[in-house]
Each structure stands twice: as structure tokens, then as C-alpha cells.
């Protein structure tokens, strides 16, 4: 059950008849002063008349013609009581206004009767509202918990991207040592680290061969991809000379203490020169194609002492 709000009409009604039931208040309460006074003033009257009465009859104003008159005429003059008929019109008018208020009585505990009723409707109301309020609050609380949680998620995934992400080039894996001496000190005190054949001999041979040193102070190392196996990756060659990408390689290299190994593979990638970074060696990236097992041994005891460059696959 709802509501409903007072109209217009209503509340003009409701003004009118308050000023009607002031004015006819205002009115009742003179009519009963004016009839009080009435017979108060009667009974004055009466009371007068009756002495009156009584005075002109003593005995001593026998005599005393005009007197004689007065008492005759008063004599026939009927005592001024209130008449029947204002008695009667005032218990009608009390009558109408008993009633007036039994009905209104009644009519207002008929209303206070549907305005608890209407009161109830709109306490369930209320009730309902609150509980789907609150269910509300939970649900979008929850929802903004789950989005700011996915969010911190793609946030983490985006950082681990970009932290697993290579910069431009070679990424290298390591850091530098207090005792590795800068890269222009070595490019002029050391050979070049690797060698490559005469153009026609690499066409003839259809291979290229490459020779290499990797310690734990060159700029040869060992480079692995996503997978971390070194089986799967193969040797960053340090060399000015350029070596087209897909050349099939022989490369002899040696390890601190070590024989010299062979191994062969392809250039899948290449380091350019750059200013901007002038500590990177420019050079070649040889994937092994066949590893044997003795070399893959040698090569898994020297990335213990240090560790791999990394290159995406």
C-alpha cells in the first residue's frame, strides 16, 4: 500500500474547514456566554419583581393612587424566566455538537487505523530497501574489489613484461666486476677475438669458420633464450667482421684450462656497433645446431662460474 501525498484540494479543504470549525468555536463560545448572562439577568429580574411586588403591597401605600397603579400593573407582568424555547435550542445546538465530535471521533480513529496500516507498509518497505541497499553495496564493493585486483594483476603482468622484455640488441645478463677494465682499455690491448676466412673460401667451403675464447672477462659468452638450456642456445662471438644471418658456422673456441672444442651452428642474430653504447662489442650470435654431449658437459661446468647472456628465441 503507498502513500499517497495530499493533494492540492485536500489541503485547501483542510485549511478551510480549520478556519470554519476557529469560526464556529469562536461563535459557540459567545452563544453560550449570551445565554448564561441571559439567565443570570432573568433571575435578576425575577428576583426584583418579586420585591417590587412585595413593597407595593405594604399597607402604608394604601392611600398613595399612583403607587396602587404600579401594583396592578405589575401584578399582571409575567416573571422574565428564560422562555422553553432557547432552553430547547440550546440542548439541540448541545446535541448537534455531541454528534459532531462522536463522528469526527470515529472518523479519526478510522484514519489513525489506516495510517498504521499505511505506517507498516512503509516500515516493510523500508526494510526491503535496506536489505537490497545493502546487498547492493556488497555486490559493487566486491565488483570493485575484483576489478582492482585485476587491474594490480595486468599492472604485475605489464612489469614482469617489461622487465623480461631485451632492450634494443644483446641484453646482457651479467654485471661488471670492480676488476673489469673498461672496453676501450681492452679493444686496444687485446687481439681480435675471432677470425673469419676469405669471402671465396667461405663460399667454396659453404661454411664459415670461426675461432673464439670465452673466460669470465671476454666479450664472447655463451647466450641461452626463454628455455634457459644451453643446448638450445648458443655462442655470442665478439667480431667487427660482418657475418650475414643464416651463414652455417664451424666454430673452435677454448674454455679457461680447456682443450680446444668444436661445435657447429648458424648466425641468427647480429650486434651492430653503436656509439651510443660503446661498452657492447659488436658481433654475431651462433646458435649450436649439433651440440655433443662431451662439449655440452664443458660448456654447463662454465656457466656455473658465469652467467649466460640473454637473447629472446
Not at 479543504?13 to 470554519?20: D, Q, T, W, Y
Amino acid at each position: 500500500m503507498s502513500a499517497l501525498p495530499p493533494t492540492p484540494r485536500t489541503s485547501s479543504r483542510e485549511a478551510e474547514l480549520a478556519r470554519a470549525e476557529a469560526d464556529m468555536a469562536r461563535l459557540e463560545a459567545q452563544l453560550a456566554e449570551q445565554v448564561a448572562r441571559a439567565t443570570t439577568d432573568a433571575a435578576a429580574l425575577s428576583e426584583r419583581l418579586a420585591r417590587a411586588r412585595q413593597a407595593l403591597s405594604r399597607p402604608e401605600h394604601a392611600g398613595d393612587s399612583r403607587l396602587s397603579q404600579w401594583a396592578m400593573r405589575l401584578e399582571d407582568t409575567e416573571s422574565p424566566e428564560p422562555a422553553p424555547e432557547l432552553e430547547r435550542l440550546r440542548e439541540k445546538a448541545l446535541d448537534a455538537r455531541e454528534a459532531a465530535l462522536d463522528t469526527r471521533r470515529q472518523a479519526g480513529l478510522d484514519l489513525q487505523s489506516a495510517l498504521r496500516v499505511q505506517q507498516e507498509d512503509a516500515a516493510r518497505v523500508v526494510k526491503a530497501l535496506t536489505d537490497a541497499e545493502s546487498d547492493l553495496k556488497r555486490a559493487e564493493a566486491a565488483a570493485k574489489a575484483r576489478a582492482e585486483a585485476e587491474a594490480k594483476a595486468r599492472r604485475q603482468a605489464e612489469a614482469e613484461s617489461v622487465k623480461a622484455a631485451p632492450p634494443p640488441g644483446l641484453a646482457s645478463r651479467t654485471k661488471a666486476t670492480p676488476d673489469t677494465p673498461a672496453r676501450s682499455e681492452r679493444a686496444v690491448a687485446q687481439a681480435p677475438v675471432a677470425s673469419t676466412p676469405a669471402k671465396s673460401e667461405a663460399r667454396k667451403a659453404g661454411r664459415v669458420r670461426m675461432h673464439t675464447s670465452i673466460d669470465t672477462r671476454s666479450d664472447s659468452n655463451f647466450f641461452t633464450g626463454f628455455s634457459m638450456d644451453i643446448s638450445e642456445g648458443g655462442i655470442f662471438i665478439a667480431t667487427v667482421e660482418a657475418v650475414p644471418r643464416g651463414t652455417a658456422v664451424e666454430l673452435d673456441f677454448t674454455l679457461p684450462g680447456g682443450r680446444p672444442l668444436t661445435v657447429n651452428g648458424v648466425v641468427r642474430w647480429a650486434r651492430d656497433g653503436n656509439d651510443r653504447t660503446p661498452d657492447l662489442m659488436p658481433g654475431v650470435g651462433v646458435q649450436f645446431t649439433t651440440l655433443p654431449a662431451e662439449v655440452a658437459h664443458a660448456i654447463s661446468s662454465f656457466v656455473a662460474t658465469r652467467d649466460p647472456l640473454f637473447y629472446p628465441d
